[in-house]
């Protein structure tokens, strides 16, 4: 049982390595789409790199749920990891940006792979040794609605701090400044 808990984390790395990845290019390869823009990375804000770990983290949640994967405690734990997972993206950016002056762009991209891993080993460890005691799974859900709901809504009115912006051009969201 444990080793299968491990294959579907080292699956979800996996998954939410390649759908980053994709979503990182999605909204430029359909022309700017609008449909693709809730999804997709808009711009190179710290934010919109959040969501590209956000996306492929929920939907391999639903995979999960979708597969039968462990009861009561599956979705508390699985938001634990991916909240956990979107903390370190700024955490890791901000202070190596703080230490180092502007990171180069390899840097950016393992904060991504980085973020993404020790989300999965947190949850895989979580899920192994049963250390949550979820007693309200739909609390979870919830928590998980509203955070999509707030990376689609932020990326057409984005509030205007420095985790928004886009530090090539200034501009916050879909192209405004």
């Not at 996996?14 to 759908?19: K, P």
């Not at 599956?74 to 940006?97: D, E, H, Q, R, S």
Request: proline fraction near 6%.
């Amino acid at each position: 049982m444990k080793r299968d808990i491990w294959l579907w984390q080292l699956w979800g790395f996996a998954v939410t390595s390649l759908g980053g990845t994709v979503l990182h290019f999605l909204y430029d390869w359909t022309g700017q789409s609008l449909l693709a823009a809730p999804f997709s990375g808009v711009n190179e804000s710290t934010w919109e790199h959040m969501k590209l770990l956000f996306w492929p983290m929920f939907i391999f949640t639903l995979i999960g749920w979708r597969a039968g994967r462990p009861g009561r405690d599956y979705f508390c734990v699985k938001l634990i990891g991916t909240v956990a997972g979107l903390l370190l993206i700024p955490a890791l950016f901000y202070t190596a940006n703080g230490a180092f002056g502007p990171t180069p762009d390899w840097l950016n991209i393992a904060i991504f792979f980085v973020a993404a891993g020790l989300a999965y080993l947190l949850e895989g460890w979580l899920f192994a040794r049963e250390l949550v005691a979820c007693r309200r799974p739909w609390a979870a859900v919830l928590v998980f609605c509203l955070l999509a709901l707030a990376f689609a809504v932020f990326t057409f009115i984005p509030p205007q701090i420095p985790l928004f912006a886009d530090p090539l051009d200034g501009s916050f969201g879909i192209g405004t400044r």
